[in-house]
Nanobody, 119 residues
């Protein structure tokens, strides 16, 4: 098991920046992929960005060039730097961790943090 705690959400004007952090309750060295998802009202949860143990990343097209994901295995954290925010980025952002044991994958979620971008 691993608990994930997000921080850094809030209200920002369009064009502004926010930095989301996710702290894990134990070492993330064995966690294959860590990432961020978001869910806007009335919409499905979607992947924003994730990062594997080796550092390879996946970034949603809608945020490419604006958001950056990083992880610090020594500090057990994953961070999402969000720049040039748009009103359509408004959502609850969730930290996610996926840990594989052979063919079995355990997924863990944080409680979510609200990001609101005003126009």
């Amino acid at each position: 098991q691993v608990q994930l705690v997000e921080s850094g959400g809030g209200l920002v004007q369009a064009g502004g920046s926010l930095r989301l952090s996710c702290a894990a309750s134990r070492s993330v060295r064995s966690i294959n992929v860590m990432g961020w998802y978001r869910q806007a009202p009335g919409k499905q949860r979607e992947l924003v960005a994730d990062i594997a143990t080796g550092g390879s990343t996946s970034i949603a097209d809608s945020v490419k060039g604006r958001f950056t994901i990083s992880r610090d295995n020594a500090k057990n954290t994953v961070t999402l730097q969000m720049n040039s925010l748009k009103p359509e980025d408004t959502a609850v952002y969730y930290c996610n961790a996926r840990e594989s044991f052979g063919s079995i994958v355990h997924a863990y979620w944080g409680q979510g943090t609200q990001v609101t971008v005003s126009s």
